[in-house]
């Protein structure tokens, strides 16, 4: 790595240090994330793997409930009847994640263009 592109990781990193909103975001695929500690981890817009680099990590609540959020908004309906039945089981806490986002809109508003009726 030349010394300007490191310039700009340290800068961005500086930033993200200042607000964790802002700097450079991690590109984590093909990562091997098995019990990995994401406990209070900012994982927001991130991609998470549906292979078995992620079995075992340690997560929070938010994680559960970000994880749960998009797991409800899965269209189940040509899905076989365990998959539904699971899928209503989730949709008790679906709406956590809303509590962490302010523009995350709870299941069944108007502004939620995948709403589904509970």
Known sequence: MDKEKLAGVLADHKLW????????????????????????A??????????CGSIG?????RLVAQLLFHVARLDVSEASGWAKEAHAAVLPY?????????D???????????????
């Open 57 to 61: 990590v340690k997560g929070c609540e």
């Open 42 to 51: 900012y994982l927001d817009f991130a991609s998470w793997p549906l292979h």
């Open 17 to 40: 240090l200042s607000d964790s909103t802002k700097g450079r975001g991690a590109d984590l695929r093909g990562a091997n994330l098995q019990r990995a500690d994401l406990q209070g």
């Open 94 to 102: 679906a709406d956590k994640f809303c509590e962490y986002r302010n």
């Open 104 to 118: 995350v809109q709870p299941i069944g508003t108007k502004e939620d263009p995948n709403a589904v009726s509970k």
